[in-house]
């Protein structure tokens, strides 16, 4: 049960604090995405890369910022900016499939307020 | 861009029978629909895609079935078991290379 990696399980941020989020995969996969999940809104897309060096803003990218570095690696940092940063946070990376992407998520991070 | 829009939010069913979640999309263009479960504390996963260009899709007791005229499609269930019980959530996209919009998810609740 490998594939994507992501780090920590919980964590916690302090008001006016910026805290960053870990995502690594090890399935070569050029794309990569960050969704955030609610309970009862589904999966919202914050930002995804297509390819190193390049990335995209998602449907609710304010508050939030991204790097693509490395094929292997797309952290998150959740900005002070993010008035409601509570919630779970999950990565994907995805491969072409069938006329669409097949998504492999991680197992996510559940992110608080203190 | 596309909007998935998922009912109900919440399913409960006795084990043995069926259940049905539809959605519908609003992006005329977009032509892969896929189905992903995610059980308690633990990642979504995808259980079965279509693609616009077939009708219907049966995988053992999970099927789709899509109305591109209408735009919606929907999962079907039969001879729901305990394991079944989940976070169901459709998606839809344009071709390969473009990025899935998803709905708000339906809990199926599969009671003994």
């Known amino acids: 049960d490998g594939g994507i990696t992501q780090s920590p399980k919980y964590l916690f941020r302090k008001e006016g604090q910026n805290v960053t989020l870990s995502c690594e995969q090890n399935l070569n996969h050029d794309a990569m995405y960050w969704y955030r999940q609610d309970p009862g809104q589904g999966l919202r897309l914050i930002y995804y890369s297509q390819i190193v060096n390049d990335f995209q803003k998602g449907d609710i990218a304010e508050g939030y910022s991204v790097s693509r570095e490395k094929k292997e690696s797309f952290p998150l940092t959740v900005t002070s900016a993010q008035k409601n940063p509570t919630a779970f946070y999950l990565c994907?990376?995805?491969?072409?499939?069938?006329?669409?992407?097949?998504?492999?998520f991680g197992s996510g991070t559940q992110l608080s307020v203190l | 861009g596309e909007n998935v829009e998922q009912h109900p939010s919440t399913l409960s069913v006795q084990e043995g029978d069926s259940a049905v979640i539809k959605c519908t999309y609003s992006?005329?263009?977009?032509?892969?629909f896929p189905w992903y479960k995610q059980e308690l504390g633990k990642r979504p996963q995808l259980i079965i895609d279509?693609?616009?260009?077939?009708g219907e899709k049966k995988d053992q007791r999970i099927a789709v079935t899509l109305n591109k005229t209408a735009k919606h499609f929907s999962l079907h269930i039969t001879e729901t078991q305990p394991e079944d019980s989940a976070v169901y959530f459709c998606?839809?996209?344009?071709?390969?290379?473009?990025?899935?919009?998803f709905g708000g998810g339906t809990r199926v609740l599969v009671k003994p």
């Open positions: 998606a839809a996209s344009r071709a390969a290379g473009n990025k899935l919009t």
């Open positions: 992006d005329s263009a977009s032509n892969y």
């Open positions: 994907a990376s995805s491969i072409p499939s069938r006329g669409g992407e097949k998504l492999f």
């Open positions: 279509i693609r616009s260009n077939v």
